[in-house]
């Protein structure tokens, strides 16, 4: 079974500064990660994914994540916020060997920026 | 390229009641996944389905079923509602196939039960 863990459940921030949702996750099988972030009342929107290769992944919006196998860590980045980031941030993983798409998500972070 | 639509946006219903969403994926994507959405236990996996059978399934009880047509679209049923069972329901579709694509979810129907 794979489980997932954001370790901060609200992240408040200013507008321009620097963030990072953190994110672990554990499985017995081999993964693929990623961010979703949800707007109010809408659905969930890929951010960006990890499936192999460069353990640094770049994605929309100006987000980036770093993949680190040892610490099972997929810790989400952006250098400069925007008021417009302000949204809910959820982490998800998938078991490479299934054709199926179940995900597992973690419990969400809620990033706010404030000018 | 339309999106995944889910209907209806927005629903309430009395205990005890029954009550069926729908959702119709992008088109070309024959896989569609269903989760429940709450404050307290976030997303949870419903059920996947795939050629209209289902081919994976969370850990809810019998009360929640869901079909998928041959067109690709779903539906999804809940029983005997529960106060418990409000909860935005968010649909997702996918490609087929063993290598992974991202899965595109539609807005979602807010499920209110009195």
């Known amino acids: 079974a794979q489980s997932v863990t954001q370790l901060d459940s609200q992240v408040p921030v200013f507008e321009e500064a620097p963030v990072e949702l953190r994110c672990n996750y554990s499985?017995?099988?081999?993964?693929?990660l990623f961010w979703y972030v949800q707007y109010p009342n809408q659905g969930l929107q890929l951010l960006l994914k990890y499936l192999s290769g460069s353990t640094l992944v770049k994605g929309i919006n100006g987000f980036e994540a770093e993949f680190n196998k040892s610490q099972t860590s997929f810790h989400l980045r952006k250098p400069s916020v925007h008021i417009s980031d302000t949204a809910e941030y959820f982490c998800?993983?998938?078991?490479?060997?299934?054709?199926?798409?179940?995900?597992?998500f973690g419990e969400g972070t809620q990033l706010t920026v404030n000018p | 390229k339309a999106g995944v639509t889910q209907t209806p946006r927005y629903l309430i219903k009395t205990r005890g009641q029954q009550v069926t969403l729908s959702c119709s994926p992008i088109s070309g994507h024959r896989s569609v996944s269903w989760y429940q959405q709450t404050p307290g236990q976030g997303l949870q996996f419903l059920f996947e389905?795939?050629?209209?059978?289902?081919?994976n399934k969370g850990n809810f009880p019998g009360r929640f079923s869901g079909r998928q047509f041959s067109n690709s679209r779903s539906e999804m049923n809940v029983s005997t509602l529960e106060l418990g069972d409000s909860a935005l329901y968010l649909c997702?579709?996918?490609?087929?196939?063993?290598?992974?694509?991202?899965?595109?979810f539609g807005q979602g129907t807010r499920l209110t039960v009195v």
């Open positions: 389905y795939f050629s209209e059978t289902q081919r």
């Open positions: 499985s017995s099988v081999s993964v693929y």
């Open positions: 998800a993983v998938k078991r490479q060997e299934t054709s199926g798409s179940r995900l597992t």
């Open positions: 997702a579709s996918s490609l087929v196939g063993r290598g992974v694509t991202e899965a595109f």
